[in-house]
């Protein structure tokens, strides 16, 4: 995508999150179509920069668990289509569990 492109055009306002260190923002190709795009900035150094990390770590490393979490992800789709709060809040439970299952112990 070119720098200033659609992502980034006046009809893609930034959606600010209300957890410190966070963004996301949702974007489409028209002002009125449906959003084609759903992106979470993290600031290195949050907290949750290691744990999205670790996440995608395990699906790179673990084929079952990817196979897991896409499943899943198209069941929640299905149940929880038109409302992304419940959805995003129905995979935390597999997200956390392989989270502390691969994290390393302090």
Not at 77 to 106: C, F, N
Request: hydrophobic share 35%; with cysteine; glycine share 6%.
């Amino acid at each position: 995508m070119e720098r200033g492109g659609p992502m980034l055009g006046p009809n893609r306002p930034r959606c600010p999150d209300p957890r410190p260190g966070r963004s996301r923002c949702g974007a489409n190709r028209k002002p009125s179509a449906a959003r084609t795009h759903h992106l979470h900035l993290i600031e290195p150094g949050h907290p949750q920069f290691t744990t999205r990390l670790a996440f995608r770590d395990a699906l790179r490393a673990e084929p079952e668990t990817a196979a897991a979490y896409a499943a899943l992800k198209v069941e929640l789709a299905a149940r929880h289509r038109g409302d992304r709060e419940a959805y995003t809040e129905a995979k935390a439970a597999l997200i956390e569990a392989v989270v502390e299952r691969v994290r390393p112990s302090a």
